[in-house]
């Protein structure tokens, strides 16, 4: 990943570390090109000093131009005098090999001989002219060298911020792992704001902002949840308003219009389940944690079964119950009980006269598991995810029902951790069951 | 009898007003607390139906005034308000009985007589669950049209279910409440029993949830 695309995907460390990096390095250029002139000119003023000395102090008795170099000599630092008579023949060449002509100006001048570059210094007395050279790059050696001292500390440096970069990063991002992992785990129904301590300060306005708009939400969600609850208990007053004329039109109008007021006491009646179904959805969202009681699920499916007795009896349908263990949880009896009483409710409309429903208690593997298993027709493919919808049934038109039920016995599951199921049963019956599963830890 | 109904929606007090003067009652009807405190005090009133949601004066408030002016008359609220809180401390502050809008003018009538017949002191030898009567005193048992004398181990046995309508009691259960200590019990006595009252009044009156027990319908 090259840098522009690290600066575009905006990670903070990889925008730190190019910045920095690049910071450095044109440091590092800037001390190096300027320690390299700096450098230079320093040399060529010493050596162009030590030219002319040379150059002045040549006497009639210079050594012999085939004296050997010094062994540790580099040849490089060995300067080319060379003398003239005042006829012009040469008289002497420290380094015969190398031919520099003599030069047309006095003073310092640069030539070129052997390949390499040269500095000059000519100097001309009454009998003889001097010429002394030395090689050009003895002094862009010593300048490079100073360049290249000057660099080493932020050449060090880089690879030395990246590491404190990285580390302080992770430290400052630490914390903002840690608010990502809380806010992956909030539970949607969690209004309680993000607590700011400890997340840099350059986050925190974006945190506090995030804050804002939990509460903003939580609200609107309040505010959702009070309409359909209030709505619900308005209509209420209505409808108790038609029930009450319903029940006096069909006293009065006795015999007239028996099969009218009897399908609108009817509509009456299913308005009502439905209003006070919404209402006990909308209090079950409403409210936080599952209240924490103890809950003897026997005694409540035994009374949710006694309550379902009449209407099985009615319809002709085999209710049955056993009892396989003593089942106990933590939770709200009421709504525990909700919950059991709309499964086995649901059993009673789904399941034909003549058909059968098994309520069952029991303890396989550790947890306590109610079932309620019904023959009648099985949920059509699809159906078995959507159950739990709102204003969904999977019934025959002619079933009457809210469709609530088992959004209430969901959200109950849901407040209780229980687990809960909704499939066709696959035990060679046709039909559906639902299973409630509780954890044992009491 | 006189009822007094404060109620605010016309529409119900109406419907209201003319359902129980079917019923043969005489019902004066206010429509917000002020009216009502006014009558409250009228000792002609054998029962006090009171909405909690009135104009003026709030019927929880009523209800705290007449209860402090010691009116005994009993009172039944009929509303809307359905949350747990409104009828804890609708009780607390002194409601006879507590009824959720919307009801069946039937459910009404029997919470009413009740409440009279409970404020009268009267005790009543009959035990009722639905259409089932059960006549503590000479054991008849009255059943839609049905209607016989119990032998006293049915007796007792239909004591037992009608004592908690809605209620299922097991095998083990039943055989406690009909037999004594030490008596020996056949395993079918429960069956027999049950199959001769089901025989007097038909198979429908007690109900059977399998490997549950047997109970009787609350309405």
Not at chain 2, 164 to 172: K, M
Request: charged residues 25%.
């Amino acid at each position: 990943m090259d840098a522009r695309e690290v600066l575009k995907t905006a990670s903070l460390r990889g925008a730190a570390l190019v910045y920095v990096t690049v910071l450095l390095a044109v440091i590092g250029l800037a001390a190096s090109a300027a320690a390299y002139l700096y450098a230079y000119d320093a040399a060529t003023e010493f050596l162009d000093g030590q030219l002319r000395q040379v150059a002045l102090n040549a006497g009639a008795g210079v050594s012999s131009a085939d004296a050997p170099a010094a062994e540790d000599q580099d040849p490089e630092d060995q300067y080319a005098v060379s003398i003239w008579d005042s006829q012009g023949r040469l008289v002497h060449a420290s380094l015969p090999s190398v031919h520099i002509p003599l030069q047309s100006r006095l003073g310092y001048a640069k030539a070129e001989a052997a390949g390499e570059q040269w500095r000059v210094y000519t100097t001309r007395g009454s009998r003889r002219t001097v010429q002394v050279a030395q090689q050009e790059v003895v002094r862009r050696e010593i300048a490079q060298t100073a360049a290249l001292v000057a660099a080493a500390p932020v050449l060090i440096a880089i690879p030395l911020a990246w590491l404190v970069i990285g580390w302080a990063m992770n430290r400052m991002l630490a914390r903002l792992n840690t608010l990502s992992i809380e806010l992956a785990e909030r539970s949607i129904g969690a209004t309680a704001p993000i607590a700011l301590d400890g997340i840099p300060a350059e986050v925190a306005p974006f945190a506090r902002s995030m804050n804002n708009l939990i509460i903003r939400l939580r609200d609107a969600v309040e505010a959702q949840r009070r309409f359909v609850s209030d709505a619900a208990h308005e209509l209420r007053t209505p409808l108790a308003a038609m029930q009450i004329q319903v029940e006096n039109l069909s006293r009065e109008a006795r015999g007239a219009h028996d099969g009218a007021t009897t399908a609108l006491a009817r509509g009456v009646r299913r308005t009502t389940a439905l209003v006070s179904q919404l209402l006990h959805l909308a209090r079950l969202e409403e409210s936080g944690a599952a209240p924490d009681e103890m809950v003897d699920v026997n005694t409540l499916v035994l009374e949710s079964v006694a309550d379902h007795a009449a209407l099985a009896d009615r319809k002709q349908v085999d209710l049955g119950l056993s009892v396989g263990c003593q089942a106990v949880c933590r939770g709200a009896p009421d709504e525990v009980r909700a919950l059991l009483s709309s499964l086995i409710d649901n059993a009673v409309r789904y399941t034909p006269p003549g058909g059968r429903i098994d309520v069952s208690i029991k303890q396989p593997d550790g947890r306590f598991v109610v079932e309620v298993s019904n023959t009648g027709a099985s949920l059509p493919k699809g159906a078995e995810a959507r159950v739990f919808d709102r204003f969904f049934r999977a019934a025959p038109q002619e079933t009457e029902g809210t469709g609530l039920g088992l959004s209430i016995a969901r959200r109950v599951a849901e407040r209780h951790a229980f687990g809960l199921t909704v499939e066709n049963r696959v035990d060679g019956e046709t039909g559906v069951v639902a299973r409630v599963s509780i954890p044992t830890k009491a | 009898m006189r009822v007094l109904l404060v109620e605010d929606d016309v529409m119900i007090g109406e419907g209201l007003a003319a359902a129980l003067g079917a019923e043969g009652m005489s019902v004066d009807w206010v429509r917000d607390g002020a009216a009502a405190e006014a009558v409250l005090h009228d000792q002609g009133f054998a029962i006090v139906l009171l909405d909690l949601g009135l104009p003026g004066m709030d019927g929880l408030e009523l209800l705290k005034l007449a209860r402090g002016r010691s009116v005994d008359t009993p009172i039944l609220v009929i509303t809307a308000r359905g949350a747990v809180e409104d009828r804890v401390s609708g009780l607390d502050l002194g409601a006879d009985d507590y009824l959720l809008k919307p009801f069946e003018i039937r459910e009404l009538t029997a919470r009413m007589r009740a409440l009279i017949r409970r404020r009268a002191g009267r005790a009543t030898s009959k035990l009722v669950a639905g259409d089932i009567e059960l006549d503590a005193e000479t054991h008849e048992l009255r059943h839609g049209d049905a209607e016989a004398v119990l032998s006293a181990r049915e007796y007792a046995l239909m004591h037992a279910l009608i004592e908690r309508p809605g209620r299922i009691l097991s095998r083990t259960q039943l055989e406690e409440r009909i037999y004594g200590w030490g008596e020996e019990v056949e395993s079918n006595a429960v069956d027999v029993l049950i199959h001769s009252v089901r025989r007097k009044f038909g198979k429908t009156m007690i109900l059977n949830v399998r490997g549950a027990g047997w109970m009787l319908a609350k309405s």
